[in-house]
Every structure is written in structure tokens, then in C-alpha cells.
């Protein structure tokens, strides 16, 4: 079953102050970029250093810091955490399958000389708030978002053909159900038939 959505805020040329992709880029974006270049990296470095952490925990904590308005990818996050490891800022131990990164002396060392930037960056991430609150979604979707997100972290590459299948036709119904609005009925009714 082939989906049609309606075109997102950023197909529409919404003027936000966010940075866009360049004319041509627009397929398969999600959205304006929060952070400036090196901001992340910076963030993570901050965020690690105040306490040892996984990757997924540094995603939930900079959700937390926008108020569930933006979440890291962790197509943003692990790439981000591994230049950072390459150079020496931090360590990364693997406990029960999951990386625990912790700030290495030099990480610490940077990060005290970049304290005027990082300021910089939480100022930033404030004002970030503030825009993506204006356009933001109901706390209680937040919330249903994030549940589904713990749900799906929670199978791990434990994916059998038919539990993809099931997971797919569940999403894919969830987000038709959504875009047709309240004419059709929610995939919870429709199942109880």
C-alpha cells in the first residue's frame, strides 16, 4: 500500500530563521538544521563530561533539553560520537553490547577552552526552543512519539520477516489514519472489527 502525505512544512517554504539544504536537496529531508557546525559536537562533549553515558541516553537528553520539541537522529549522534572518540576527546567501553562514553583529559581540556562557545550553543538551543515550540505538537503526542521510538529501540536487530511485515503494516496504517484525519477510523477500531 503506497501512502501519499501533503507536503511538509519545509516543502512549503516555511521562513522559521532555521539554515535550509540548498535548492535540490529538499527529497528526504527532515526538516531545518538545529545545530550550527560543531555545535553537536560540543554538546556532546559538554554532555558527556557532566556524566558517562550511552549514545541513546545522549539523544534522550538533548530531546529532554528542547522540551521533546527536536530529537537527534542517531544518524547524527553516532557519527558525531565516533569523530569525537577518533580524537581522543572521548572513550568509549562497551558494556552489555552498548558503548558507555565517558571525556578523556584532552576532551576536558577543550572543553574548558571552548567554555565562551558552548555558552553559545545552550543560548542557542534556547532560542531553538522557543521556534520549534511555535510549531510544535501536543505534549501528549510527544509522549505517544516517544513511547512508540522505546518500543522500536527495544527489539535491538531481533527483526523476523513476519515482525517486519507487522510493525510496517502498523505504521504505515497508523500514518494513514493520521493524514485521513478523523473520517477514518483509528487502526485500534478498525482492529476490533
Not at 501512502?3 to 539544504?21: A, I, N, W
Not at 531553538?128 to 511555535?134: G, I, Q
Not at 531481533?158 to 489514519?177: F, H, M, Q, Y
Amino acid at each position: 500500500m503506497t501512502v501519499l502525505y501533503p507536503p511538509s512544512t519545509h516543502e512549503q517554504g516555511r521562513q522559521d530563521g532555521f539554515e535550509r539544504r540548498p535548492p535540490g536537496r529538499e527529497r528526504g529531508s527532515r526538516g531545518p538544521r538545529v545545530f550550527a557546525p560543531g555545535d553537536l559536537k560540543l554538546l556532546l562533549l559538554a554532555l558527556i563530561t557532566e556524566k558517562p553515558c550511552h549514545g541513546y541516553e545522549l539523544i534522550r537528553q538533548i530531546e529532554s533539553m528542547f522540551d521533546g520539541a527536536y530529537s537527534p537522529s542517531p544518524g547524527v549522534i553516532y557519527p558525531t560520537l565516533t569523530h569525537l572518540e577518533m580524537g581522543k576527546m572521548i572513550s568509549g567501553d562497551a558494556e552489555g553490547g552498548k558503548k558507555c562514553y565517558s571525556a578523556t583529559d584532552a576532551g576536558r581540556l577543550f572543553l574548558q577552552d571552548q567554555a565562551e562557545a558552548l555558552d553559545g550553543v545552550r543560548m542557542r538551543i534556547e532560542t531553538s526552543k522557543r521556534t520549534l515550540r511555535d510549531q510544535d505538537r501536543p505534549a501528549e503526542i510527544h509522549e505517544a512519539v516517544g513511547h512508540l521510538r522505546d518500543a522500536l529501540q527495544m527489539h535491538q536487530g531481533r527483526w523476523s520477516p513476519e515482525e517486519i511485515l507487522r510493525v510496517r503494516g502498523l505504521l504505515n496504517d497508523t500514518a494513514k489514519a493520521i493524514v485521513d484525519g478523523p473520517a477514518r477510523p483509528s487502526v485500534s477500531e478498525s482492529s476490533n472489527d
